[in-house]
């Protein structure tokens, strides 16, 4: 049977403070478990041993945050403990606190992640590996760069990050997109038995608000394209690689600019979509041959004129233009007095919608613009016209007899 007790070493310099430990006996033999909280003897309380929180001390919710911690630390040793003795005759104090010490490591939540991460990439999921990414260090962020054990994720602490989103004008949707991927984390963690499920997202907003429309109808498209941007060389091609995205049936710029030659093969263009790994087909046509054919062909194995620096990274590449590129494209809405912000997103909104608009099928525009469920493409679709919906309620009316 192993003894696990907290202790208190008080500092040997007058009003310095002391630190806690962990004292674990297996067998007789005692063994320590340093910890990096530290407190002062007036805010450690030798009967219970533990820490003695006091709201009117200033220092009130680091101690408490000590308190909570010692609690998640116990338990943690404790479950070791409990793993030990179902499944080992004879273990002593040093394997106890190794096996700790190992769980606390896997358990570590930014570490958890970005093991996550490296398993994506690996497998080709380079986008959604970023997704990941992103909401890690937004959540890093709310820390101040402070990891937390996965067993320390719980209601409080998750609603007080929704609530420090908030506060910083981070939209809903957004808030949601950082929950949801925490959440994705945590089940898994949870699946892999790493910690016991506190149900931390409960009163976390996870859904999906309606988003301001982002597609455009397709008279304005026209007008997009017959620009006369020759003496802007910059927003021309801007322009062109927005209506490139549409013609490639509202291909994302990023598997646009990571097209290779080899790519295209007896007028098709088969590629793996980055955020999904799905393989798409496109037929490659006369008309995106003269977009593209404007400029100069790659001496690099990338098929489309992008990604043309060899000295840099093509990730970073990729990214510089695509800033560029979407900060013309918002010069050219305002040049035509477009209601939303144009950027290459509403190229493949605006496909999704041009081809509800002919009729087509919501289940042929989901496989052409490879989502995994129709469900997805209705995000991307344009709101019916309030038009519409005004002409269908004259006709209520009329029928009422108003």
Not at 113 to 120: G, P
Not at 287 to 301: H, S
Request: glycine share 4%; charged share 25%.
């Amino acid at each position: 049977m192993a003894t696990i007790k907290v202790k208190f070493r008080a500092s040997e310099t007058p009003d310095y403070e002391g630190s806690i430990f962990y004292q674990v006996t297996v067998a007789r033999t005692t063994r320590i478990i340093a910890t990096e909280y530290k407190v002062y003897k007036n805010e450690w309380n030798e009967h219970r041993a533990m820490v003695r929180c006091s709201k009117e001390s200033p220092r009130f919710q680091y101690v408490l945050s000590v308190q909570v911690n010692i609690r998640f630390d116990l338990e943690r040793l404790a479950r070791v403990t409990r793993i030990l003795n179902r499944n080992s005759l004879d273990y002593t104090a040093d394997d106890l606190i190794s096996e700790y010490q190992c769980m606390t490591e896997k358990n570590s939540l930014f570490r958890y992640i970005d093991n996550i991460i490296a398993k994506l990439k690996s497998n080709g999921k380079v986008r959604t590996s970023e997704t990941y990414k992103t909401a890690l260090n937004s959540f890093s962020k709310y820390r101040g760069g402070k990891d937390i054990m996965l067993d320390c994720v719980n209601n409080e602490i998750m609603e007080s990050y929704e609530a420090w989103l908030r506060e910083r004008g981070t939209s809903p949707n957004t808030v949601s997109f950082y929950a949801r991927i925490l959440r994705a984390v945590y089940n898994r963690a949870v699946e892999e038995d790493l910690t016991e499920d506190r149900s931390p997202f409960k009163k976390v907003y996870t859904g999906i608000e309606k988003t301001v429309k982002r597609a455009l109808p397709m008279r304005t498209i026209k007008k997009i394209k017959g620009l006369d941007l020759a003496d802007d060389p910059k927003m021309d091609y801007a322009r062109d690689m927005f209506i490139l995205s549409f013609m490639l049936r509202g291909m994302s710029f990023i598997d646009m600019a990571f097209l290779k030659k080899e790519n295209l093969r007896n007028g098709y263009i088969t590629y793996r979509r980055r955020k999904t790994g799905q393989i798409l087909t496109v037929q490659w046509t006369p008309e995106m041959q003269e977009l593209v054919g404007k400029y100069p062909a790659n001496d690099n194995a990338y098929l489309l004129p992008i990604i043309r620096n060899q000295q840099a990274l093509p990730i970073y590449c990729y990214r510089n233009i695509c800033y560029n590129v979407n900060k013309h494209l918002k010069m050219i809405g305002r040049m035509l007095c477009i209601p939303i912000t144009l950027t290459m997103y509403v190229a493949r909104h605006s496909w999704a919608s041009a081809a509800k608009a002919k009729g087509i099928p919501i289940s042929v525009i989901s496989e052409g613009m490879g989502h995994n469920s129709e469900s997805t493409t209705q995000i991307y679709l344009a709101s019916l016209d309030t038009s519409v919906v005004d002409k269908a309620n004259l006709l209520l009316m009329k029928d009422l007899g108003a």
